[in-house]
């Protein structure tokens, strides 16, 4: 059996590593024996990759909150722990973070925070330095993948010397981009082993009372030892009349637009090192903050009192990526330059193609049946799902954030008015997410009486983020067996009556129909079984592919509706009815090389125009 080259590379190798692959094999030579995380962009593939090493623990848990409560447990138990996960996550398990950063840590603790800077797969866009200031905790910023690497490593001891968990702060840039690493070797941590101490562990109001004025004592601590970090260093330039502060990927797009400019990089940069930014701001007549999303560093440096003009989001981007391209025009006419953006050639125009579902992914069926439901308001949520807000489908009216459908859901039947009093509310949830944060808002919905039904999609897999397992799986992040949850046993143990639970194929549109319109009809909670994996996994049987027939194709297009990628449209026309209405005709084709045989779009045909499809094999002559 081959090993991947991620564990078996010897110290010295150099590797051309993305920022995840590189904070893996750092969690693994940092003598690590816990990791665990949630699935989420742009963090997934750190556990993806810790996982290949055997010799450490390393799980998919539930929800973010539950993988930092595993690390904190192990760090207690005196062995290094690591968790990973992407800011959003971060949200969730705060409220265990903000009790540790009290409680301190056992064996070295470090917590990978991914921030998805540029919404290239998020709801939103947050700043995961502020957990520094808010937690009380050292952040440390890397800039590519050896120095993601690096500092992975140097987390867990400086974890341990300042008796705090670490934040490694990533981006999407530094999560995905590859970059040579040189890689070194597992050096094994003697496990401490847990020290009953109910002073420290057990965080009562006295007890984290107590812990206060040493959190704050370490927070000297921590400001000196940043002061002094070599992660921080103070690059000179020949050009005084600026100097730049930035850290993480912004150091690379400051060095390459600015490189005659003093820079501070900052690699440690909270708290920051005041004698550094200090030290610049004697050289130099204005200081720039390149830092992406907040202006928190521009903020603290006005505060510090300095003698220099600061910038920084004045000028800059406020949101988004920066890059030398959107830095270079600002700063030239900070300098009072004239700045000439250099000639570029246009991109190619590509016909827009919005995210859409897979080919026969089982969901197709249930947004195309939401949509067609009348008189309901639909609560979505995180996941493939969200995307039946788009076209064809347009079946979702809310979406805010992981879990959130259901507690919406109930704020929706709670909160209506007499104009919405005969109106159906439907939550729809996947069940990864299910398991991560929508179990309690199902309760809640029990628990107070709510009329909600929700449709629980069950597609086996996390299927957003790649597939990867859950406890509704059946399998672990090894691929081995792992007991499954049975989803309808769930709902009932959360209160569901075994009546209002129904199960359905997502594939048979007529039960499909049936089922929803009856359920949004009762009087109590309800939830609906979808029970087909997603087409990705190897659970997935695809089935004859089909074809359409063309001489009975009328051009109706109500396959269409249905969303599938592998039907196409060849003609487009108009038709003016006997009531003079005029409508537009779309005369399709099935790509049957892409097809699966769902057997979702005959079930729209009305003129059985799409059948199995048979290959024409040659005759030997």
Request: glycine share 8%.
């Amino acid at each position: 059996m081959l090993t991947h080259p991620l564990v078996s590379a010897e110290a010295g190798t150099k590797m051309l590593l993305s920022g995840n692959e590189a904070v893996a094999r750092a969690v693994w030579e940092a003598g690590c024996r816990v990791a665990a995380a949630y699935p989420g962009t742009p963090s997934t593939e750190i556990l993806e990759n810790v996982c290949l090493f055997k010799d450490m623990y390393s799980e998919w848990s539930v929800n973010e909150k539950v993988s930092l409560e595993v690390a904190i447990g192990a760090s207690m138990a005196g062995s290094r722990a690591f968790c990973a996960m992407k800011h959003v996550g971060l949200n969730v398990a705060s409220d265990a973070l903000m009790t540790q950063t009290l409680a301190g840590v056992g064996g070295g603790l470090v917590i990978a925070v991914a921030d998805d800077v540029g919404f290239s797969s998020s709801q939103n866009e947050q700043d995961s330095r502020f957990w520094g200031r808010f937690a009380h905790l050292p952040i440390l910023e890397p800039a590519d993948s050896q120095e993601a690497f690096e500092m992975t490593r140097l987390a867990f001891g400086l974890s341990e010397d300042l008796d705090a968990p670490v934040i490694l702060r990533m981006t999407t840039r530094i999560c995905h981009v590859k970059a040579m690493v040189t890689v070194g070797e597992r050096h094994e941590k003697a496990v401490a082993g847990f020290k009953k101490d109910p002073d420290r562990w057990v965080m009562t109001p006295a007890a984290a009372q107590k812990r206060v004025p040493w959190m704050l004592q370490r927070d000297r601590r921590l400001k000196d030892m940043a002061n002094r970090s070599g992660l921080n260093r103070l690059e000179q330039g020949a050009d005084k009349r600026l100097g730049f502060i930035t850290s993480g990927p912004a150091y690379m797009h400051v060095k390459e637009a600015f490189p005659n400019h003093p820079i501070l990089k900052m690699g440690f940069s909270h708290p920051l090192p005041e004698r550094e930014i200090r030290a610049l701001a004697e050289q130099v007549e204005k200081i720039v903050v390149a830092e992406e999303v907040e202006p928190l560093v521009e903020g603290e440096l006005k505060a510090m009192g300095l003698d220099v003009v600061i910038h920084g989001k004045d000028i800059l981007p406020e949101f988004g990526e920066l890059s030398p391209a959107n830095m270079r025009g600002p700063v030239a006419k900070l300098l009072g330059e004239t700045y000439k953006p250099p000639v570029t050639i246009p991109p190619v125009k590509v016909f827009p193609r919005p995210p859409t579902m897979c080919t026969a992914c089982p969901h197709l069926g249930v947004f195309y049946t939401l949509s067609r439901v009348r008189n309901i308001y639909i609560s979505g949520d995180i996941g493939c799902y969200t995307l039946g807000a788009g076209h064809p489908w347009e079946a979702l009216d809310t979406c805010i954030s992981m879990g959130a459908s259901m507690g919406i859901a109930l704020g929706l039947d709670k909160g209506r008015g007499a104009v919405d009093e005969k109106k159906g509310i439907v939550g729809v949830i996947g069940d990864s997410t299910f398991l991560h944060m929508g179990m309690q808002g199902l309760l809640d919905i029990v628990y107070n009486k709510g009329n909600v039904t929700i449709m629980l999609l069950d597609n086996r897999a996390v299927g957003m983020t790649g597939g990867q397992e859950n406890p509704g799986s059946g399998r672990d992040i090894h691929g081995e067996e792992a007991p499954r949850v049975d989803f309808a046993k769930l709902v009932e143990a959360l209160g569901v009556r075994p009546e209002r639970i129904r199960r359905v194929d997502p594939y048979v549109l007529p039960d499909l129909f049936k089922t929803v319109r009856h359920e949004v009809k009762q009087n109590e909670p309800s939830v609906i079984l979808t029970d087909q994996p997603c087409v990705l996994i190897d659970d997935y049987d695809a089935l004859k592919p089909l074809y359409v027939e063309e001489d009975k194709c009328t051009g109706c297009a109500n396959c269409l509706d249905v969303g599938c990628p592998a039907i196409l449209v060849t003609k487009r026309g108009k038709e003016v009815k006997n009531n003079g209405k005029e409508v537009d005709l779309a005369w399709v084709k099935i790509e049957t090389s892409a097809c699966t045989g769902c057997n979702l779009c005959p079930d729209t045909c009305a003129h059985d125009a799409i059948l199995p499809f048979t290959p024409v094999v040659a005759e030997m002559p």
